[in-house]
């Protein structure tokens, strides 16, 4: 018994795994089937695998089997024919994957264009027959219809010219080799010429004629009438509501009409380019593909990285490097004003007043000692408080680092377990003339290096303390400046930065 | 003061973004054109600060420390033409100890004999993320222009025209394209085109022609220049 997927989870992998798809696309719209073969799906499946790990090899064949995808509901026929096995993928799969691919949207010909026009028409015909009533199951369904058919429309010459915007990209690979050489440039022009045009013609040029308002058709009304038609239908019939939404859907495809115009002039200026600015084009579309790829690399889950990151993209032309920006004043430690010196000074009373009492200072039981047992952590937290509460305290910045500056090094045995304690303890008893404040900033605190020369155990690798910023502050309203860092402070963010 | 035309031609001796431009009296001299160098470097007595103004030191210093670079034909906007830049012609003639005077002070002056402007480059922190991140948004937007003026089937040589350049209608283009909005804001060009054409103005790499004209300066040219014929030649 093989393992299956639901139809999530095989939808999951088949879009992790998306060059699988890609390529079977491209193989149906090369082949203008529109099924798969078996044989081949199996092949694409092998090839991409190859180079991966064994459990996402299994992972992925297993999804991609024939048995998953039917099952899933994501291959909705199995046809055999001549011994072949022919899959018929799910619309609404290769919709999504095409929208994930630009070179996979379908080129819009003149034909399919047409008929959704003649579509269009029969259903202006149609609606007169009906009795202009919800209730009426004819109206209704002729309603969905029209709905459906007016923002398929829509979709697909969205994604079309989506894609005819991209052109550039495609007009530059088509004369990259030309452009490169002089001796080649008229050989390829004529070739280039046909292929320019044949896009030209068959793309860009019937949906212009379809979106033009005043084109006359020799079989009827082109599509703006028709819509204009059937909303006038609608009106007369008192359905206002569908005359109104009838009317935004012809503003909004007659808005498309000026992107493919642009598209179009583009083509038109490409065709009658020099060598010199074709050479310029294709540089420029070169460059800028790198930027894109940049742009990409945005795009991705990860939400901190919104900023394009340039550092290779610099060094590759090597222009301006390391070009020095606007002077900015930095932020020094040391000031001149009274403040500045009102919190050394207390910072320094502070230490005093510790080293005074350093004869009194605990030394706390070691953490690695083997006997250590419910009454010793006691003991030791005990020792720790009554430190804690004989300390005297000033308005701070941020308590939990100046508090580490106070312990470390000057109590036997403290560790960063005990910054924990401390700082809950701080947090549940009254502090006279003071208040706690929690804030919503981040702090990292990291403890000493182990000895040099000595790989470290695991009770000597370094420690690190993620912490929220707390400060202190005067209960009467009087905060610390929050621009002059104490002295200790900034020592301890340099520690900190290592 | 020495003037423009004082400036021999360079072309033939450098190349690109020279990392060694025209090191006077000591190691690094090669080719014929250096040794005119040196001729007329040891003829002004490029020893030091003798011969050089402090005032004119300090207004290129000013300019440096602005972020711009200092190009050999500025923009005057009242005469509405290309001047010669006193401060290029006086860094040019003196380049030895320039060049020395910034490397003491922790930056590198660079010379670009085909773009024909000098910048001033951070010589420390050549790791640290933000080393390049100025280069990188000076091309950006150059790049983004470029692009632009190409694809409306504009030779890129009138970009660099005053009478030619960005009108206001190409600005307005470049800022209705959404993809050229996301690379900007991705840049930290928040506000858009506007902020990112400033930024170009005051680091001298855009000049404003006109009331909404602008045109690209010699440095900015270059930097596009390179970009064609590095394609050109395959990279």
């Known amino acids: 018994m093989s393992k299956g997927f639901t139809t999530l989870e095989t939808t999951r992998v088949l879009f992790e795994h998306p060059a699988v798809m890609f390529q079977l696309i491209e193989r149906m719209d090369r082949d203008e089937t529109r099924y798969v073969l078996e044989n081949d799906l199996v092949h694409c499946v092998l090839d991409y695998v190859r180079d991966r790990k064994s459990s996402d090899r299994e992972r992925i064949r297993r999804a991609f089997s024939t048995d998953n995808l039917f099952r899933s509901g994501l291959v909705i026929d199995i046809d055999k024919v001549r011994g072949e096995r022919r899959l018929v993928f799910q619309d609404a799969l290769l919709g999504m994957m095409r929208a994930c691919n630009t070179s996979l949207h379908q080129e819009l010909t003149d034909a399919r264009l047409r008929s959704f026009l003649v ?111 059937i909303g006038a239908v609608l009106e007369y019939h008192h359905c206002q509501e569908a005359a109104d939404q009838l009317f935004r859907s012809a503003l909004s495809l007659n808005a498309m009409h000026r992107p493919i115009q642009k598209v179009a002039v583009e083509v038109d200026h490409f065709l009658r380019k020099t060598r010199r600015g074709m050479v310029q084009y294709n540089a420029m579309e ?49 000031g001149q004003s009274a403040s500045y010196y009102q919190l050394l000074h207390s ?142 402070n900034t020592d301890k963010e340099g520690q900190g930065a290592e | 003061m020495p003037n423009k035309t004082s400036n021999p031609d360079t072309e033939d001796t450098f190349t690109g973004d020279s990392q060694a431009p025209p090191e006077t009296g000591e190691a690094g001299a090669e080719g014929t054109g250096m040794s005119q160098e040196r001729a007329r470097d040891s003829h002004q007595g490029d020893a030091g600060f003798e011969g050089i103004r402090p005032a004119d030191s300090a207004a290129i210093y000013r300019e440096f420390m ?74 950006l937007v150059l790049l983004i222009i470029g692009r632009y003026f190409a694809r409306s089937g504009r030779d890129l040589e009138y970009l660099g025209r005053a009478d030619a350049g960005l009108k206001e209608d190409d600005l307005s283009a470049i800022a209705a394209d959404p993809e050229y909005q996301d690379i900007l804001r991705a840049a930290r060009f928040d506000k858009g085109v506007p902020e990112a054409v400033d930024y170009l103005l005051r680091r001298h790499f855009l000049f404003k022609s006109g009331a909404s004209q602008y045109f690209l300066s010699s440095a900015g040219l270059f930097f596009l220049n390179e970009l064609v014929a590095g394609y050109e030649k395959g990279a």
């Open chain 2, 66 to 139: 602005a972020g711009r670079v200092i190009l050999r034909d500025i923009w005057h906007p009242h005469r509405s033409e290309l001047v010669a830049n006193s401060l290029y012609n006086l860094l040019y003639n003196h380049l030895s100890h320039f060049r020395r005077l910034y490397e003491h002070i922790g930056y590198d002056l660079v010379f670009n004999d085909r773009g024909t402007f000098f910048y001033l480059r951070e010589s420390s922190d050549e790791e640290s993320e933000e080393h390049d991140e100025n280069a990188f948004r000076v091309q």
């Open chain 1, 347 to 488: 910072e320094l009373d502070l230490r005093l007043s510790d080293l005074r009492r350093e004869s009194e200072a605990p030394v706390l039981p070691s953490l690695e000692s083997g006997t250590r047992g419910q009454s010793m952590d006691v003991q030791r937290i005990d020792t720790l408080f009554r430190w804690l509460d004989s300390l005297e305290l000033r308005p701070t910045q941020d308590l939990v680092q100046t508090l580490n500056g106070r312990l470390e090094g000057f109590i036997e045995g403290y560790r960063f377990p005990d910054l924990l304690a401390a700082i809950n303890r701080l947090s549940h008893k009254p502090l006279p003339g003071l208040q706690l404040v929690m804030t919503n900033r981040f702090r990292t605190l990291a403890g000493e290096e182990p000895p040099e020369g000595q790989a470290p155990s695991e009770g000597q690798a370094r420690e690190q303390y993620i912490y929220r910023k707390r400060r202190v502050e005067r209960v009467n309203g009087q905060t610390t400046s929050p621009q002059t860092p104490t002295p200790h």
């Open chain 1, 286 to 334: 070169q460059a800028f593909q790198s930027l894109r790829d940049l742009l990409d690399e945005t795009r991705t889950q990860d939400l901190r990285k919104t900023r394009l990151d340039g550092s290779a993209f610099v060094r590759k032309s090597g222009f301006l490097l390391g070009l020095k920006g606007h002077w900015r004043p930095k932020q020094y430690a040391f």
């Open chain 1, 119 to 229: 579509t269009l028409r029969d259903l202006r015909d149609q609606l007169p027959r009906t009795r202009f009533n919800d209730a009426d199951p004819d109206y209704t369904e002729l309603q969905d219809t029209l709905n459906e058919k007016v923002s398929q429309l829509i979709g697909l010459l969205r994604q079309n010219i989506f894609r005819m915007q991209t052109i550039s990209t495609e007009l530059a690979e088509m004369s990259d080799d030309a452009s490169r050489g002089d001796r080649a440039f008229n050989a390829f022009r004529q070739n280039l010429f046909e292929r320019i045009t044949t896009l030209y013609e068959r793309h860009i040029k019937p949906t212009l004629v379809f979106l033009n308002r005043d084109a006359q058709l020799e079989d009827g009304a082109n599509l703006f009438a028709t819509l204009e038609s």
